[in-house]
């Protein structure tokens, strides 16, 4: 379903998700969704919306490995969360996938801008009016990380950037992430130790699993070579995270 087996769930768990898709919909109550598959292509379609034209909500979780569990970003005043939240007007997920199927990209590809060969790759991507935005990541362990990009080009049109140039922009983003000092990691385990802790406790409010797997990263760690760039979801007027998955399983 929806919010057990979709990107955003998996990412921010099923009850944060829930009210993003609220947020995101401008509904109280999220309506009837599609689950469909097509062949050759990875993880389910969750689709709302006219069946002529539907609107896709998340992509299924394909088995290759963990998605990486974040914070959802909000704006920290009731008023500026009304005002870029629940009455402006959210985008609609974007996902990446490969003309020939596949779900998402390395951050390898996403970083060095190998991003022409996903579908739709030369295409306006919908990212809103706004000639920039932040791109911000949530890693649990560390510091709330943001960067500013550019999401219009610069002719006389001001016109959006393409799907591939957005798939670039979120890959440089998690690469200027994953470039923390090294002395931040013992400072990140005590506050990683209670994150995970909040995490078990939403997921499962009746579990006593006290396991502390460490989403650390260097050499001992995640890597960047484990890394999948999945897509990226508008989470206030002007910022949007990035869903991401291992090649692996850590958990």
């Excluded at 974040?70 to 009304?82: E, G, S, V």
């Excluded at 939240?85 to 998402?104: H, K, R, T, Y």
Aim: glycine share 8%; net charge positive.
């Amino acid at each position: 379903s929806l919010l057990v087996d979709g990107h955003v769930s998996r990412t921010f768990l099923s009850r944060r998700a829930e009210q993003y898709f609220l947020d995101l919909l401008k509904t109280k109550s999220i309506p009837l969704i599609k689950n469909l598959s097509y062949p050759g292509r990875e993880g389910h379609f969750f689709l709302v919306g006219p069946f002529d034209t539907p609107s896709l909500l998340d992509r299924g979780v394909v088995d290759k490995g963990t998605v990486v569990p974040q914070r959802m970003w909000a704006p920290h005043t009731i008023t500026d969360k009304k005002q870029h939240v629940e009455e402006a007007v959210l985008q609609m997920p974007i996902f990446f996938e490969s003309l020939d199927g596949q779900l998402g990209l390395s951050l390898d590809a996403a970083a060095a801008g190998r991003c022409h060969g996903l579908r739709n790759a030369q295409e306006f991507a919908p990212l809103g009016h706004k000639s920039t935005t932040h791109i911000r990541i949530l890693w649990p362990g560390y510091k709330d990380f943001k960067r500013q990009v550019q999401i219009r080009d610069e002719t006389s049109e001001h016109n959006p950037i393409t799907t591939s140039r957005f798939a670039h922009h979120i890959g440089r983003s998690v690469d200027a992430f994953l470039k923390v000092r090294p002395s931040d990691l013992l400072s990140t385990i005590p506050v990683l130790t209670r994150f995970l802790s909040r995490q078990a406790c939403e997921a499962d409010p009746g579990s006593t699993d006290d396991r502390r797997e460490l989403w650390v990263i260097g050499p001992y760690g995640i890597q960047r070579s484990d890394i999948i760039v999945i897509g990226a979801i508008h989470v206030s007027a002007g910022s949007w995270m990035p869903i991401l998955q291992l090649n692996r399983y850590v958990l």
